[in-house]
């Protein structure tokens, strides 16, 4: 397995595993891990932006996901979601999360996402607002 801690990803999010998350197989169904992923990527946004986004008029949809799976999660797994932009365009960034197991130190997933940021009452791409980018470069930058 690749070492993915590259990233430094420094948001983590803790992921309660629940019973009906599990597949024939008694791991985490695949379905399931990109729910994880939102949820790691609402925290993030909610702690780094120090605001709720209304979503309406603005906000950011996700217009590519790319998922790669390394090792199953187990029910009883202590999972957090770790997240971290890697780079902001003019009208888009892109996040980095995985899904890193606490008692074994190792990463089982990651993903790479692109979003965009749009105006929900013009149904357009808008440039990413400043206050986010400031907020972002400052929590990334915190290292």
Do not use: C
């Not at 990803?9 to 399931?32: A, G, Y």
């Not at 940021?117 to 400031?134: C, F, L, N, T």
């Amino acid at each position: 397995m690749r070492n993915l801690n590259q990233h430094n990803p420094l948001h983590k999010t803790p992921i309660q595993i629940r019973f009906s998350d599990l597949d024939k197989l008694n791991h985490v169904s695949n379905s399931v891990y990109q729910q994880y992923f939102d949820l790691g990527r609402m925290a993030y946004f909610d702690d780094v932006f120090k605001e709720r986004i209304s979503w309406d008029p603005e906000g950011l949809i996700v217009v590519s996901i790319k998922l790669d799976f390394y090792k199953p999660i187990l029910l009883y797994d202590k999972m957090v979601v770790r997240t971290k932009i890697t780079k902001i365009g003019n009208k888009s960034l892109t996040m980095y999360q995985d899904l890193f197991n606490e008692d074994t130190n190792e990463v089982t997933s990651a993903s790479e996402s692109i979003m965009a940021a749009v105006d929900y009452h013009k149904g357009e791409s808008i440039p990413i607002p400043q206050r986010w980018r400031e907020r972002i470069s400052t929590f990334e930058q915190a290292d």
